[in-house]
């Protein structure tokens, strides 16, 4: 029990700390001062400190009932894998997931984000990292995440991808011609048709002696069969 005890208090020790980090996240609601809705990444950020304490300070026979203790008090602060099983499957039921996840083997692909107010994001990632969702956003709809594996010395992923799932409507398999040869793309696009983001396959240079135009092993053919299967198109909704 004292284990246990002590466990809780660690955990909330953790999240009082990152209290004020959360807070300079949090996201306006309503009118007036005051009124915030605390972000859900950062949220699952304090989650993950708390389970990392967890089981660091508990001996291995009890950490079960110490978490389950836990989240008899806390059920905001964890989910048991019934709920995260329960979760995975509501996200399922959405198409672009579901080809999201048939892009698990175009290996390494360039996630391409543009601000119209002026920046331009590129970053390396895959698409069979963890998908965590769907959640809401109060006032801006449904979320979900692609998530990669934690650094180890952060308490968040190396990559993290957010998507509204209600904005994309459609999905865009587009073979391209750039400088140093063909592209391959897939576009997520909102309802008028403007691009959400936009996903490349990635060179392989260290396959290729550092230079461009060649692309990992059997990506271009997945990337075109996933492109027969589903069309150039493909409506979402």
Same mark, same amino acid.
């Given at each position: 029990?004292?284990? *246990?005890?002590?466990?809780?208090?660690?955990?909330?020790?953790?999240?009082?700390?990152? /209290?004020?980090?959360?807070?300079? =996240?949090?996201?306006?609601?309503?009118? !007036?001062?005051?009124?915030?809705?605390?972000?859900?990444?950062?949220?699952? @950020?304090?989650?993950?400190?708390?389970? *990392?304490?967890?089981?660091?300070?508990?001996?291995?026979?009890?950490?079960?009932?110490?978490?389950?203790?836990? +989240?008899?008090? !806390?059920?905001?602060?964890? *989910? @048991?894998?019934?709920?995260?099983?329960?979760?995975?499957?509501?996200?399922?039921? #959405?198409?672009?997931?579901? %080809? +999201?996840?048939?892009?698990?083997?175009?290996?390494?692909?360039? #996630?391409?984000?543009?601000?119209?107010?002026?920046?331009?994001?590129?970053?390396?990632?895959?698409?069979?990292?963890?998908?965590?969702?769907?959640?809401?956003?109060?006032?801006?709809? +449904? $979320? +979900?995440?692609?998530?990669?594996?934690?650094?180890?010395?952060?308490?968040?992923?190396?990559?993290?991808?957010? %998507?509204?799932?209600?904005?994309?409507?459609? *999905?865009? =398999?587009?073979?391209? =011609? !750039?400088?140093?040869?063909?592209? $391959?793309? %897939?576009?997520?696009?909102?309802?008028? !048709?403007?691009?959400?983001? /936009?996903?490349?396959?990635?060179?392989?240079?260290?396959?290729?002696?550092?230079?461009?135009?060649? #692309?990992?092993?059997?990506?271009?053919?997945?990337?075109?069969?996933?492109?027969?299967?589903?069309?150039?198109?493909?409506?979402?909704?």
């Amino acid at each position: 029990f004292n284990a *246990m005890l002590r466990t809780l208090f660690l955990c909330i020790a953790s999240v009082a700390t990152l /209290s004020s980090v959360v807070d300079a =996240f949090s996201v306006p609601v309503g009118s !007036g001062f005051g009124y915030t809705q605390r972000s859900p990444l950062l949220r699952r @950020s304090a989650i993950e400190e708390c389970r *990392m304490r967890v089981e660091q300070s508990t001996p291995r026979v009890a950490r079960r009932a110490a978490l389950g203790k836990f +989240m008899g008090v !806390g059920a905001a602060l964890a *989910m @048991s894998s019934e709920a995260a099983s329960a979760e995975e499957t509501e996200l399922d039921k #959405f198409k672009l997931v579901q %080809i +999201m996840k048939e892009c698990k083997d175009l290996g390494v692909v360039r #996630f391409i984000s543009v601000n119209p107010n002026g920046a331009i994001l590129e970053t390396l990632g895959r698409f069979d990292y963890s998908y965590v969702g769907p959640f809401e956003v109060p006032g801006k709809g +449904m $979320y +979900m995440t692609l998530a990669g594996p934690n650094a180890k010395d952060h308490l968040v992923a190396n990559f993290e991808c957010t %998507i509204n799932l209600e904005n994309v409507d459609a *999905m865009a =398999f587009d073979k391209l =011609f !750039g400088p140093t040869g063909e592209l $391959y793309s %897939i576009r997520l696009l909102n309802a008028k !048709g403007d691009k959400i983001l /936009s996903v490349l396959l990635n060179y392989d240079l260290e396959g290729n002696g550092g230079k461009p135009g060649k #692309f990992y092993p059997g990506a271009v053919e997945k990337w075109t069969e996933l492109k027969k299967k589903h069309g150039d198109f493909v409506k979402l909704k």
